[in-house]
């Protein structure tokens, strides 16, 4: 069997699909052999045009200008001109972008870096990055940008600058996944986080479904994002309670809990520190005044946190719950706070979810149990 951790990003890109997927699925069974000792469930995503979202650098070269991305490894430049990862809407995008840009000196000028953030249903936001301030002039040759685009889709145009936002269309999209044959919808703000992999999105929300106890108990969920796990969640459980400190997250998730009409999940600005005051007594907060923590009735928590993991006082707090689901994106925190939950909980599922394919990244869920 291939150990993926000793290949270079090259070598893995140049494995099989199914090498580089198996091999995760063994390195990640060898992390979780001390916790667990089951079958891990693994996930495969598409080989290719899987990427809903993707940020470039912009070189200039003389009269050209053209997508770039950096070694991992060398951290040298090297051109892409197609990204097969992409989505097809992204992949036509970034060649009929670069190619209006390069020939229109007002939006080519101090152009440094384009973002792109697309959907399943067709729609795409491309945010221009800029040294430089954004006049009308730039508008308008930006909306004549969004007019040479526009057979590809819904598209949308961002021009950022210092303290400078210009957006000529939305600077949102809407997701819209199937979920156990249930339809969500999703606004999507342009810079802020979201799911990069639809298909894996779809396939992690269902796991979770497939794995929880359903009774008349309440759910907590921290780094809710844009409630891209609480929304579906909450058709299974009695109340969900979720919390998220980007502001812009909070917003897209208020907007996304009346989009899909529901009605027992509430969204509070805090980050898992500030909610572990709040929980502990310790500290009232004015943005949770409105909310009776003693009218919940928690037995499940949904933790996605970032790379970090969790911290002390946060792995204290979902150490007292029933369920812990953890969802995460870094296997050397995830094995650094097991050491510490194991000690209250028992490991009854483990999952790979193959959100990035050929490269080393493994995105995976955990369902423990109190012991």
């Not at 063994?26 to 079958?39: C, K, N």
């Not at 993707?54 to 990204?83: C, P």
Request: hydrophobic share 40%; charged share 20%; net charge negative.
């Amino acid at each position: 069997m291939i150990n993926l951790i000793s290949h270079s990003i090259q070598e893995v890109q140049q494995l099989s699909y199914n090498e580089q997927f198996m091999a995760k699925k063994q390195h990640l069974t060898q992390l979780m052999s001390p916790f667990y000792e089951d079958e891990v469930q693994a996930f495969k995503s598409p080989e290719a045009h899987y990427r809903m979202r993707a940020e470039f650098r912009i070189w200039h070269q003389g009269a050209d200008s053209y997508h770039i991305m950096f070694n991992q490894e060398t951290k040298e430049r090297y051109r892409v001109d197609t990204l097969e990862a992409a989505c097809s809407l992204i992949s036509s995008a970034m060649q009929a972008a670069i190619g209006f840009i390069t020939q229109q000196s007002v939006l080519r000028t101090k152009l440094f870096q384009i973002d792109y953030l697309a959907t399943t249903t067709n729609e795409l936001v491309i945010s221009l990055l800029y040294h430089k301030k954004l006049d009308e002039q730039w508008q308008a040759a930006a909306k004549h940008l969004l007019e040479e685009l526009g057979h590809l889709g819904n598209i949308n145009i961002i021009g950022r600058a210092r303290k400078q936002k210009v957006v000529v269309g939305n600077d949102f999209v809407t997701e819209k996944l199937l979920i156990k044959n249930t339809s969500f919808s999703f606004k999507q703000i342009e810079n802020s986080f979201t799911q990069p992999n639809a298909v894996i999105n779809t396939k992690m929300i269902e796991w979770v479904i497939d794995n929880i106890n359903q009774d008349d108990t309440d759910l907590l969920e921290l780094y809710c994002g844009a409630g891209n796990f609480s929304i579906p969640l909450s058709l299974h459980f009695r109340k969900v309670l979720a919390t998220e400190i980007s502001k812009t997250s909070v917003n897209a998730a208020q907007f996304n809990i009346q989009a899909n009409n529901i009605d027992n999940l509430v969204i509070a600005r805090l980050s898992s520190e500030e909610f572990v005051e709040a929980f502990n007594r310790v500290r009232a907060f004015n943005r949770l005044a409105n909310i009776d923590l003693d009218s919940y009735a928690f037995s499940t928590v949904l933790v996605d946190p970032p790379r970090a993991g969790l911290d002390e006082t946060t792995l204290q707090l979902v150490s007292s719950f029933n369920t812990i689901i953890y969802v995460s994106c870094n296997p050397s925190t995830l094995v650094a706070n097991m050491q510490i939950l194991i000690k209250t909980h028992r490991v009854i599922k483990v999952a790979l979810f193959d959100q990035f394919p050929f490269t080393h990244h493994m995105e995976s869920g955990l369902i423990l149990q109190k012991r």
